[in-house]
């Protein structure tokens, strides 16, 4: 199985993209963020035309993701259980019933379980989108372990862009976001949690070091100058990490008008996919 995630920024900016890209990986299962549509304004079509079922969850302009198959999407899930929400309408404070936003939706590919996530960003260390994004990163963690406690055989992959950059190696310039989110203690300590629940990051391996990146802002001439981060992940379970045989980032996918700010991860898994396993 080819698996890849994508942070489109748009999809109908850069559904055109999308359905070149599918081609050129020769993709089977791909996970996407911020769609930035509702349900009824997602291009279904184009995805259908090349193969794909796909699955959307999204409410508004925000968020949104999807997950795009050709080897089966069975089960679709809206949401991770208990999935923290954010009231943005009562002050920017976390509220005790969630208002869900479009950020996590689940779906059997095959026979692996994908979640396309979408990590909130957490703005600033002391705003409560910050604790919000904390919350919403313990929640998911502690239902992870437990999917992996009911079935240690189980083939799970938690991808999407984790507004994170765990280590030094993944921001090109530590020095200039000290104080400031995606690299504070609390979120790398978040983001190892899920480590130490079992799930690895399947592509340091093969990308070890600083340099490989998966974001660039679009000011500031960032991506030519090569100042980007690695926040974009494929964290697979146990059984299905042992299965990874390559992984990569198409930084060709941030060049050229029209790009995305992020560019796609890709992994490849051993065995072939079996549809409704």
């Not at 508004?60 to 198959?69: E, K, P, R």
């Not at 920017?92 to 994908?114: F, H, M, W, Y």
């Not at 919350?135 to 055989?153: F, H, S």
């Not at 609390?186 to 093969?206: L, N, T, Y």
Request: charged letters at 25%; a negative charge; hydrophobic letters at 40%.
């Amino acid at each position: 199985m080819r698996l890849a995630t994508w942070n489109v920024n748009s999809i109908r900016s850069r559904v055109d993209r999308a359905i070149a890209f599918l081609d050129r990986h020769d993709i089977d299962v791909l996970a996407l963020q911020e769609t930035k549509c509702r349900d009824d304004q997602f291009p279904f079509e184009a995805f259908e035309a090349a193969g794909y079922e796909v699955a959307h969850f999204g409410l508004n302009q925000w968020n949104g993701v999807a997950i795009a198959s050709r080897v089966g999407l069975d089960d679709v899930e809206i949401a991770f259980p208990d999935q923290p929400g954010f009231d943005k309408n009562a002050g920017d404070s976390l509220i005790a019933s969630p208002v869900v936003e479009a950020r996590a939706i689940g779906a059997t590919c095959g026979d692996v379980r994908v979640w396309s996530l979408y990590v909130p960003n957490g703005r600033s260390l002391d705003d409560p989108h910050y604790e919000y994004k904390l919350d919403w990163l313990d929640t998911l963690r502690g239902k992870a372990q437990g999917w992996l406690a009911d079935d240690p055989a189980a083939k799970i992959a938690l991808v999407g862009d984790w507004n994170i950059a765990p280590t030094d190696d993944d921001v090109w310039n530590p020095a200039l976001f000290v104080g400031k989110t995606h690299v504070s203690a609390k979120e790398r300590a978040a983001f190892e949690s899920f480590i130490d629940a079992g799930f690895a990051d399947v592509m340091r391996p093969f990308a070890p070091g600083p340099g490989v990146y998966t974001y660039w802002d679009y000011t500031q001439l960032r991506f030519p100058r090569k100042e980007g981060m690695r926040i974009d992940y494929i964290l697979a379970s146990p059984a299905l990490a042992k299965l990874t045989v390559d992984a990569s980032v198409d930084r060709d996918e941030r060049k050229g008008k029209g790009a995305s700010d992020h560019a796609p991860v890709i992994a490849e898994f051993a065995g072939q996919p079996t549809i409704g396993a």
